[in-house]
Structure formats: structure tokens, C-alpha cells
């Protein structure tokens, strides 16, 4: 498969990048990141970009820090890095949640920025905003700003980021020492069927595989009675009861995980 014809663009700051989605608008520019998720879609011609904006030389917008009890990650940042990363106890469920994106390959290029900004409701990332109430940065023609992840995701693949954004960085605002991600996909790297964390701090549950956008349960009480407060149907072939029964061990099973530290 091969992507309809675009034009490449080498972006080398992020002012410039915004400058070309402003002045590209009529011909649907879109950024380029890891490329694990956009040129796929491209490839199969469910996305026809006419100009690609690529960030991946853009200065300083990969890198983690620690700065006041809060986590930094830029945008470019790679699935891998965060892996890799000794980021401590208070945020070790983000380098622990990693080995479920993917593959090793993809976790080599694809980027936390890209998939905040794709904006997948079973993706690894956008659960772990929303449980950490983590905060989108966005640089647009008029500046940076903020946004909640609890506020971002609004259906599905689709997100508050305005076309003439680029986002610059997520910032993990609290530590969240007991939290753990767990999920179950039919194959090994696949996106999850269903996917569960939880945060035993505040005692929230969040939920992919359930909804358009990550679902948030506050409170969350026994697995069974999350489970059973979902509203679900039968979709994609999968059994409303069977991924039911998925949240239900997946929540018990993210417990366990986090109560063990
Ligand atoms: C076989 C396979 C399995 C996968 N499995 C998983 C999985 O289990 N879990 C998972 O979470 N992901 C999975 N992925 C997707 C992967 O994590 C991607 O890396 C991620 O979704 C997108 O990140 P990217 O950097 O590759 O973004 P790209 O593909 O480059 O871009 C994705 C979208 O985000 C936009 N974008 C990128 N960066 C920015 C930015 N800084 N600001 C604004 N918009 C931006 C692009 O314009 C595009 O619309 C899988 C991919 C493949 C091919």
C-alpha cells in the first residue's frame, strides 16, 4: 500500500510547525511524529494529508523532568524512552505501562505526544492521563495552552487539539505511587480488547475498550460492581458480557499489581 501524493516538511521549531498548519490549512497539513499510527493510516488512504510537517527534528521537544513533585514529558518523547526511564516510584506505572504498547519497534518511534494526540480510547497513554490527571500543553497560533486529559478526549480519535496545534508537552502533575495499567489483547502487541489502571491513592479506575474516550471511574468500588455499572454492547464481534467480564478481572488484576508496588 502507498500513500496518496503530499508534500514533506522538515519543521525545526515548533513556532514553525504552527506557521505551516496555519498557512497549509485549505490542504489538510498534518504533523508527522513516530509515523506508527499516521502513515499507516495513510498507507491504507483513511488519512490524505497534503502536507506532512515533520517534528522529529525540532529541538528540545523530547526529554523527560522531574520538576516540583510533577513529571515533564515532551511530546517526542518515544514509547521506548519511558521505558527505559528510572523515573522513580512516584511515576514508575508510566514505564511499567509501557510494555503493553506494541512492539519494540513501535515503542522505538512512536511517541507519547502522537498517541495523546491520535487519541485512541484503548491507548496506553491516554488512559494514563486521564488517571493521572495529567495536563495537555499545546502551542497554537495564539500561544500555549493548557488542557486537562480528562477534558481532552472527546469521541472517538477525536480530541480538544485544534488543526493548528502542535502539542509540546504532558505534564504528570502528582505522583501516583500505587497506580498500575493492565490489559488483555487477543495477540501480543495488539491494542487491548480491554484495559484497566487504577490509582489506589485516589481510589479511581480508568477503563479502554469500554467507551469512545478512556472512561473515568471515580470511586471505583469492588471489580464486579465497576463492571456492572458500565453501560456496553455487542461490538467489533466482541460480546457486551465478554469484555464485562474482562473489566471485571482486569480491575482486580491492575489492583493487585499496584498494591504490590
Ligand atoms: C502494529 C501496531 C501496534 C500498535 N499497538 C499499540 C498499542 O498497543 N498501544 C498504543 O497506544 N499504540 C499502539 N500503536 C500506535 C503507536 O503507539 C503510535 O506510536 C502512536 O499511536 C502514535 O504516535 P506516533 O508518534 O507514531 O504518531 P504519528 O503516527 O506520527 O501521528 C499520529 C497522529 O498524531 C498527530 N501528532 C503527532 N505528534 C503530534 C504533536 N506533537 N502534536 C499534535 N499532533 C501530533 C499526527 O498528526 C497524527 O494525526 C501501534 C501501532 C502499530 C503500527
Same mark, same amino acid.
Given at each position: 500500500?502507498?500513500? &496518496?501524493?503530499? %508534500? @514533506? ?10 506557521? =505551516?498548519?496555519?498557512?497549509? &490549512? ?5 504533523? *508527522? ?10 498507507? @491504507? ?9 515533520? $517534528?522529529?527534528?525540532?529541538?528540545? *521537544? ?13 511530546? =517526542? %518523547? %518515544? ?5 527505559? &526511564? ?13 510494555? !503493553?504498547v506494541g512492539h519494540l519497534p513501535i515503542r522505538t518511534r512512536g511517541t507519547v505526544g ?10 496506553? !497513554? ?31 480519535? %477525536? ?5 493548528d496545534e502542535v502539542i509540546v508537552e504532558i505534564v504528570f502533575p502528582r505522583p501516583a505511587?500505587?497506580a498500575a495499567l493492565t490489559e488483555y489483547a487477543d495477540r501480543r502487541g495488539d491494542f487491548?480488547?480491554?484495559? &484497566? ?9 480508568? $477503563? ?5 474516550? +478512556? ?7 469492588? +471489580?464486579?460492581?465497576? #463492571? ?10 466482541? +460480546?457486551?458480557? @465478554? ?6 478481572? *482486569? ?6 499489581? #499496584?498494591?504490590?508496588?
Amino acid at each position: 500500500m502507498k500513500p &496518496a501524493a503530499f %508534500t @514533506y516538511h522538515r519543521a525545526s521549531s515548533v513556532r514553525g510547525a504552527v506557521d =505551516l498548519l496555519t498557512e497549509l &490549512a485549505d490542504d489538510e497539513p498534518k504533523l *508527522l511524529a513516530g509515523g506508527q499510527s499516521l502513515v499507516a493510516m495513510m498507507n @491504507y488512504r483513511m488519512a490524505r494529508p497534503g502536507h506532512l510537517i515533520d $517534528l522529529t527534528h525540532v529541538p528540545g *521537544l523530547a526529554g523527560i523532568h522531574h520538576a516540583d513533585g510533577a513529571l515533564r514529558i515532551g511530546a =517526542l %518523547t %518515544t514509547h521506548r524512552a519511558v521505558e527505559r &526511564a528510572d523515573l522513580g516510584p512516584d511515576f514508575a506505572v508510566l514505564s511499567a505501562a509501557m510494555r !503493553w504498547v506494541g512492539h519494540l519497534p513501535i515503542r522505538t518511534r512512536g511517541t507519547v505526544g502522537g498517541s495523546i494526540a491520535h487519541g485512541d480510547a484503548t491507548a496506553e !497513554w491516554c488512559l494514563l492521563a486521564v488517571l493521572l490527571d495529567a495536563v495537555v500543553v499545546a502551542e497554537g497560533p495564539g500561544g500555549r495552552r493548557e488542557v486537562r486529559a480528562r477534558e481532552f478526549f472527546l469521541g472517538p480519535f %477525536t480530541t480538544a487539539l485544534d488543526p493548528d496545534e502542535v502539542i509540546v508537552e504532558i505534564v504528570f502533575p502528582r505522583p501516583a505511587p500505587r497506580a498500575a495499567l493492565t490489559e488483555y489483547a487477543d495477540r501480543r502487541g495488539d491494542f487491548a480488547v480491554v484495559a &484497566a489502571g487504577v490509582d489506589l491513592g485516589t481510589g479511581e479506575v480508568v $477503563l479502554g475498550g469500554v467507551g469512545a474516550v +478512556p472512561v473515568l471511574v471515580p470511586d471505583a468500588g469492588t +471489580p464486579a460492581e465497576v #463492571a456492572d455499572g458500565l453501560e456496553l454492547r455487542d461490538e467489533a464481534g466482541i +460480546p457486551a458480557e @465478554y469484555r464485562r467480564g474482562l473489566v471485571r478481572t *482486569l480491575v482486580a488484576r491492575a489492583r493487585e499489581e #499496584a498494591a504490590r508496588g
